[in-house]
């Protein structure tokens, strides 16, 4: 294991251990989880998500929560959803959303997650919006690329997903979408290309910070041949150089790409793409179940942490 | 001072030393010059260059030398690359040559310099091939342009130059350059563009990595926005892919842009862009004078310098 590595998986049982939780859950706001998270719910969130779109870059729209293991928790996702939908189109936020399909119900059984997504789907789309099924753990992905096409076939064609470059299965889940845009050539397939940044095993993804980087490299450019709209996820600036020169190059038009980045990480970087022009899209977490997405920020970079660290003691 | 640059300045203060020049010197080839010099003459070196060219991967031949001083030693290498040339052509090497100005008598009057390089020009065109005027630190900058331009008027169409993106004066070098290419729009002008490698002070030179990095990505897609071919002289290889991108995905045909490294630095790199389809230039220094260039191979890598010491211990 790296230092890198090393330093990540302390942060991230530091931060799994009860006291610090108790902590940080108290006085959260204070330690600056406002640098990463936009508020506890869409309504404290609307002056952030104003101000990125006032910047000239877009918004994703994430109501945080992890873990919905129930039928009924999984309608309160749904509902909590539909709910952000209505205050965003009210308040001029666009009703771009990334959700999880476990919190709609995918851990619980297909049936439930396909009845609670399209209900989402059809709300997000009435109000001229997205919706992006985020993609989780090797548990769930076939599951979610099933979900994915049945609304497609459903005609929600304002509906995207996600692929992870560090599984090897990724490439044939390429295809699979690739096969799927080939059936509806009149309307846009996205896909927000993403390394991963789930711990999965060796059986499952690739373990090297290179090989993750070449096969992102690989999947973008085969998406871009397809003609699919690729959403380059990554805070890899050298991916994201080598993905806008080639868009650049082809003079691919602003609807066939786009920088998509955390809200909080890098955020000079962002500003820099976006004045030069360039389609940048910020992902703005929001909601009370914050604890899990910010102890994942403050693991990612010591440097992070000690921004916590000057609210705590500074 | 980083932990890089206190490697380099101490290896080449070691490499400075007499007692150090005289071992690497008398024992040089078993310490592995070989891996960075082709040859001690034209001839020992035509094995090196045509494995290269078999390989897929073109040539630039540079005949060694440094501290040329006087008229009589300017005319011996001006005589001893005509030589060269015609080995090269007998021997079925392309005789591209790169050459210093300094070589050629630039120290001693713009005359001379002019006199010798159109002789050296000459002799090179008639042989089909193509002469590189490189570019040496400031006192030389100015005199290698104007040398340039006279041979350009002289219809020496098949000469370039050099650009170093860590000089704050390039970008005006470039206009002018691209002035030039406006002058003679029927024929392909051809920049390499390097980073630098001189130690210049903080009056002429930018002295952070980055900074040079953001110089080379300006100046880079400026010259092939103004149709300038543009030769990609570093071994970064994250401006590399960025820079290839670009020209993939605006279908530049392959005369209009080049990437060239040196012999022996990254060869798996070489090979693995070669055989992806992309043009190769490969460096190629041979002669006698090899000390200066070696020991500089040394300082720009710890890596470099564990190799030769394994031929000193192992």
Known sequence: MD?????RTTALAIAGAKPVRSVIG?????????????????????????????SGR???????????????ASRAVAE??????????????????????????????????????????????AAGGHLC??????????????????????????????????????????????GL???????????RLVKGAYRETAEHALQDVAGVEEAYRALAYRALGAG??????????????ELLAYAQGAALSQDRYEVQMLYGVKPQLQERLSAAGLPVRV?????????GYFSRRLAERPANLAFVARGLFG
Chains 1, 2 share one sequence.
């Open 3 to 7: 230092l890198a590595a090393l330093y």
């Open 26 to 54: 108290r006085y959260g706001w204070r330690l600056g989880v406002g640098r990463f998270v936009a508020g506890e719910d869409i309504r404290s969130a609307v002056p952030v998500l104003l101000a990125i779109q006032a």
């Open 58 to 72: 877009r918004v994703i729209l994430d109501l945080l929560g992890e873990f919905v293991e129930s039928e009924s």
């Open 80 to 125: 909590a959803v539909k709910e952000s939908v209505a205050v965003a189109r009210e308040r001029g936020v666009e009703p771009y959303f990334s959700v999880k399909p476990t919190q709609l119900g995918l851990g619980v059984s297909a049936e439930l997650a396909l009845e609670l997504a399209d209900g989402v789907a059809s709300a997000i789309g």
């Open 133 to 178: 099924l985020d993609m989780e753990n090797v548990p769930y992905v076939s599951g979610t690329l099933d979900l994915y096409e049945e609304l497609r076939r459903a005609g929600h064609h304002h509906v995207s997903t996600v692929l992870q470059s560090y599984l090897f299965r990724t490439p044939e889940d390429l295809d699979r979408l690739i």
């Open 181 to 191: 845009a080939g059936a509806y050539p009149d309307v846009t397939t996205a896909l």
């Open 228 to 241: 699919l709209k690729l959403n380059v996820a990554t805070h890899d600036e050298g991916l994201q150089r």
């Open 283 to 291: 992902y703005v977490p929001f909601g009370s179940d914050w604890y």
